[in-house]
T-cell receptor, first 109, second 114 residues
Framework: GQNIDQPTEMTATEGAIVQINCTYQ??????LFWYQQHAGEAPTFLSY??LDGLEEKGRFSSFLSRSKGYSYLLLKELQMKDSASYLC??????????WGAGTKLIIKP | IAGITQAPTSQILAAGRRMTLRCTQD?????MYWYRQDLGLGLRLIHY???????GKGEVPDGYSVSRANTDDFPLTLASAVPSQTSVYFC?????????????FGEGSRLTVL
């Protein structure tokens, strides 16, 4: 079956760096997405990786290793507003998105 | 403001009743989707539409139906609601046609079936 694994919850300190990991086993691969979802709100797009390597976008970076079925989202200079759930999703060979359950990130002052 | 509008925002429904969740987008996106989100689970695809006039079944289609009469609207109907359909429902759209596939989500409809 298809599976996306990510930690359920993580805690980090304001101003620090945190890395949220995502491992996947899917039928084919056509890209990996990260979304941010604040409590009670809709998910919003953060990043897209289709080739191996690091994609940087401001304080957020996303890394992909297709051979290892692995990605991480790196958040730098954490702010209180970064408290949210972070969803990893993989697009399979049928171009359907398979979603992880999300990682709830708690930022402490 | 361009985007996706869902209605209602929240609804409590008696089991056995019929319910339609409305979704409208003004971005002229080709593809639209309905997801449900339950605690501890990833978003699960209910139905999708790659273009106006076509629909397809997702991962959890039973008990739900959709229609796509035009580009903008994609309503989701529960013919006879059951308590297991208590969930938060998100409508989403994407440009389609080989783009990155970024999804734009509506604000969600929280449905409670008693």
């Amino acid at each position: 079956g298809q599976n996306i694994d990510q930690p359920t919850e993580m805690t980090a300190t304001e101003g620090a760096i945190v890395q949220i990991n995502c491992t996947y086993q899917t039928s084919g691969f056509n890209g990996l997405f990260w979304y941010q979802q604040h409590a009670g709100e809709a998910p919003t797009f953060l990043s897209y990786n289709v080739l191996d390597g690091l994609e940087e976008k401001g304080r957020f970076s996303s890394f992909l290793s297709r051979s290892k079925g692995y990605s991480y989202l790196l958040l730098k200079e954490l702010q209180m507003k970064d408290s949210a759930s972070y969803l990893c999703a993989v697009r399979d060979s049928n171009y359907q998105l398979i979603w992880g359950a999300g990682t709830k990130l708690i930022i402490k002052p | 403001i361009a985007g996706i509008t869902q209605a209602p925002t929240s609804q409590i429904l008696a089991a056995g009743r019929r319910m339609t969740l409305r979704c409208t987008q003004d971005m002229r996106h080709n593809a639209m989707y309905w997801y449900r989100q339950d605690l501890g689970l990833g978003l699960r695809l209910i139905h999708y539409s790659n273009t106006a006039g076509t629909t397809g079944k997702g991962e959890v289609p039973d008990g739900y139906s959709v229609s796509r009469a035009n580009t903008d609207d994609f309503p989701l109907t529960l013919a006879s609601a059951v308590p297991s359909q208590t969930s938060v429902y998100f409508c989403a759209s994407s440009q389609g046609g080989g783009d990155t596939g970024e999804l734009f989500f509506g604000e969600g409809s929280r449905l409670t079936v008693l």
